[in-house]
């Protein structure tokens, strides 16, 4: 799972080569309506007071 519990930053996935709806990343249902498969591009924005741990976070998850 994606390690954002830890995290009070509101975290929104998107894809910028597919006409999808932002994900809320603390959903799962959310997420998996992005259909971001192995090697999709994903855009990560992060909003709140500890976003740039949040963001660092998750694309090092995202990275593999």
């Known amino acids: ?5 830890q995290f009070k930053s509101n975290i929104v996935l998107s894809r ?3 006409n999808a709806p932002q ?3 603390r959903s799962i249902l959310s997420i998996l309506l992005l259909s971001a498969g192995f090697g999709s591009k994903v855009v990560v924005r992060v909003d709140g007071v500890d976003e740039d741990q949040a963001l660092q976070s998750i694309c ?3 990275a593999g």
């Open 1 to 5: 799972a994606l390690p954002i519990s």
């Open 16 to 18: 910028p080569d597919f």
């Open 23 to 25: 994900a809320d990343a």
């Open 60 to 62: 090092e998850y995202l």
